[in-house]
């Protein structure tokens, strides 16, 4: 049944530029297998906005299109890419020291990646202590790196011709940080800005500058770039839309996938020890104590969102929960993930669940770009501003309202669903009815 109540969204016409801060192993990648897609007409695995089908009314009408073909997103087509990087030059450099794809597979799109030129990165390595930029901006004072930003947005969006823009954060981890005065509101934000205050990072000042030049921001890292009262409040008053933060790929999207199904059959949890292996530049990176704690945080709010101690402390109240991460060269992009989960059921009698999920960190987060930007740029014409709570389907720890974010995926993908639906005046499937 269609509701009258449709959202008025705006047509996705004309060019939209996706703008990357951090173009190394996840962005080549994205790069890469779009322009694949596009050459080859083959279907991008991995991005539910291009695959995934969504249900509409009763399952006996047998309505049930592809996402992109039933909400007005930007063709891949119209998508030109750019952004900023302290060491690559271009895409094409960027996706041979990143090693994911074969030679093979990046020939024939050499041309097309060599044409991607990153733009110089404004970068402190106080964050990120094990990374030199080389490509850095030459401004030092934080709101002239911010004007310099605006300026580069600018630049692109009349050079490339696009009628829209959004930005999504796939650069590294940064070192770990609590909110301080200076995050307080607008006004303290540019006054530290102003001041260079040593408690803004660089992922900050892209949000600044995305969201004062209107520009779509999603966080792909567990940096706190958007989970602050200055961000929202700008985001809200400029008119933006916002979401964050940390993409969902490889140990934490199996946690979301496992821990949900064991709370289902009320079977006890005593303990989860996980551990990673990864030889990429984001593993270099963690690799540091101060960039791993900032990761640690994100992924171990997880469990305790899903498993709900507080209602079923018999169950999950005591759960021993640890996370490692260790820098390993020889894995390169090839993350592999180590799993132990001992269980306990009827009578409490103990098990054992191990996994050993050996993943490619970048081709599982190369389509959740494409996603955020496609979707970002949706709620954008859909005339949101603010945090995009529907999309936390994307992210290990999920910017949400005062109730606190979801982390249940299968509630997530019906939730994101569930908006799809709403903006173009379908009913929610709540799967109560025998239809």
């Known amino acids: 049944m269609t509701d009258s109540t449709a959202r ?15 173009m190394g192993a996840v962005a080549s990648t994205l790069i890469a297998g ?22 509409l009314g009763k399952r006996e009408e047998g309505r049930n299109p592809r996402i992109n073909e039933f909400v007005p997103l930007a063709d891949l087509d119209d998508i030109v890419f750019g952004g900023w990087d302290p060491l690559s030059p271009n895409m094409l450099e960027a996706a041979r020291t990143a090693g994911v794809m074969t030679p093979e597979d990046l020939a024939p799109l050499s041309g097309e990646l060599e044409g991607v030129v990153a733009m110089d990165a404004v970068f402190d390595q106080r964050w ?3 990374i030199t930029g080389v490509r850095v901006k030459e401004q030092t004072n934080k709101m002239d790196q911010a004007q310099a930003l605006m300026e580069d947005i600018e630049r692109f969006r009349v050079e490339n011709e696009c009628d829209r823009l959004v930005m999504v954060w796939c ?29 803004i990072a660089p992922s900050q000042i892209y949000a600044y500058a995305a969201i ?79 960039n791993f704690m900032t990761k640690e945080s994100s992924k171990l709010g997880v469990l305790d969102t899903i498993l709900q101690p507080e209602v079923y402390p018999n ?33 409490g009698y103990p098990m054992q669940i191990k996994i050993n999920f050996l993943c490619r960190d970048s081709i599982l987060a190369a389509p959740i770009v494409l996603d955020l930007a496609l979707f970002m740029d949706l709620a954008s014409r859909a005339g949101e501003s ?27 993908q019906t939730k994101l669903k569930n908006t799809l639906r709403e903006w173009m005046g379908e009913q929610p499937v709540t799967h109560s009815e025998a239809g």
């Open 212 to 290: 004062m030049n209107g520009v779509p921001f999603a966080n792909g890292a567990p940096n706190l770039t958007l989970d602050l009262p200055c961000i929202v409040e700008l985001a809200e008053r400029e008119g933006v839309p916002i979401c964050g933060k940390d993409f969902k790929t490889g140990q934490t999207l199996m946690k979301t996938l496992i821990s949900p199904g064991l709370k289902s059959r009320m079977l006890g949890v005593r303990g989860w020890y996980s551990t990673n292996i990864l030889g990429n530049r984001d593993g270099e990176v963690l690799d540091a104590p101060e």
């Open 171 to 199: 650069a590294s981890t940064e070192a770990y940080q609590e909110p301080s005065a200076v995050h307080a509101s607008i006004e303290s934000f540019e006054q530290g800005l102003r001041d260079s205050d040593d408690n």
């Open 386 to 412: 603010g945090v995009q709570e529907w999309l936390s389907f994307y992210f290990k720890a999920p910017q949400a309202g005062p109730a606190g974010p979801e982390h249940d995926i299968f509630i997530q």
């Open 8 to 22: 008025e969204i705006a047509p996705a016409s004309g060019k939209l530029g996706l703008l990357m801060p951090g």
């Open 315 to 347: 169950l999950y109240g005591d759960i021993e929960h640890k996370v490692r991460i260790d820098y390993y060269p020889p894995r390169g992009d090839d993350k592999e993930g180590w799993d132990n989960i001992d269980i306990f059921g009827w009578l």
């Open 34 to 55: 779009v322009m694949h897609a596009r050459n080859t007409g083959e279907d991008p695995i991995g991005s539910v906005s291009q695959m995934a089908h969504i249900r």
């Open 128 to 130: 990120v202590s094990r």
